[in-house]
């Protein structure tokens, strides 16, 4: 059974960066998509964008281009989200997701969730 | 973008009731869609893939249909485990995007 366990919540101050980390354990990792998808609070899932980990493939949401790098650490199977140049309305939950099959970031639905990671972005 | 639009945005029912909830494409996507359920402070919760394909585990009373780009989710016989916010997500093309979502509230 695949888990995906990520980094707790964060405060950070208009202009600044967080780095959200996703960790995975007790299934296939490496071959499979990560993405990234946020919930601003009462809102609806936004995908921002993902990563195949074993070659480093990534793709972005054009809304998030410039702002937001998806990578990896295989070694620790890990998938990080660093979002920069945070705004008041970048408040939301961030939930890193597995895609069910071999495809590329953002092509497939997703299996396995991460519980989310509350990002707080206020002066 | 292919927006997805949902309705109705929220529904009230009583356990034993049937549910359907639709899930209109703004081009054709084929059936790269899927559905999840998501209860408050929960992660999304993956229930049907491609139209159809039950996700391991969930229950048979939840089933998906398609016609052209209208989909539809149906919960049979709602149980109280069902009350939850249910969202559709295309997987056609770049981006993926969601529905905005359908409440399901206990009448």
């Known amino acids: 059974q695949v888990q995906l366990v990520q980094s707790g919540a964060a405060v950070k101050k208009p202009g600044s960066s967080v780095k959200v980390s996703c960790e995975a354990s007790?299934?296939?990792?490496?071959?499979?998509?990560v993405s990234w998808v946020r919930q601003a609070p009462g809102q609806g899932l936004e995908w921002l964008g993902g990563?195949?980990?074993?070659?480093?493939?990534?793709n972005y949401a054009q809304k998030f281009q410039g702002r937001v790098t998806i990578t990896t650490d295989a070694s620790t199977t890990t998938v990080y989200m660093d979002l920069s140049s945070l705004r008041s309305d970048d408040t939301a939950v961030y939930y890193c997701?597995?895609?069910?099959?071999?495809?590329?970031?953002?092509?497939?639905?997703?299996?396995?969730w991460g519980q989310g990671t509350l990002l707080t972005v206020s002066s | 973008d292919i927006k997805l639009t949902q309705s109705p945005s929220s529904v009230s029912a009583s356990v034993g009731d049937s549910v359907t909830i639709t899930c209109r494409a703004s081009?054709?996507?084929?059936?790269?869609l899927a559905w999840y359920q998501q209860k408050p402070e929960k992660a999304p919760k993956t229930l049907i893939f491609?139209?159809?394909n039950l996700q391991s585990g969930v229950p048979s009373r939840f089933s998906g249909s398609r016609s052209g780009t209208e989909f539809t989710l149906t919960i049979s016989s709602l149980q109280p485990e069902d009350f939850a916010t249910y969202y559709c997500?295309?997987?056609?093309?770049?981006?993926?995007?969601f529905g905005g979502g359908t409440k399901v509230e206990i009448k």
């Open positions: 997701a597995r895609a069910s099959a071999v495809a590329p970031p953002g092509r497939d639905y997703f299996d396995y």
């Open positions: 990563i195949i980990p074993m070659f480093g493939t990534t």
């Open positions: 007790g299934g296939s990792f490496t071959n499979y998509a």
């Open positions: 491609a139209v159809s």
């Open positions: 081009q054709d996507i084929s059936n790269w």
């Open positions: 997500q295309h997987y056609h093309s770049y981006p993926p995007t």
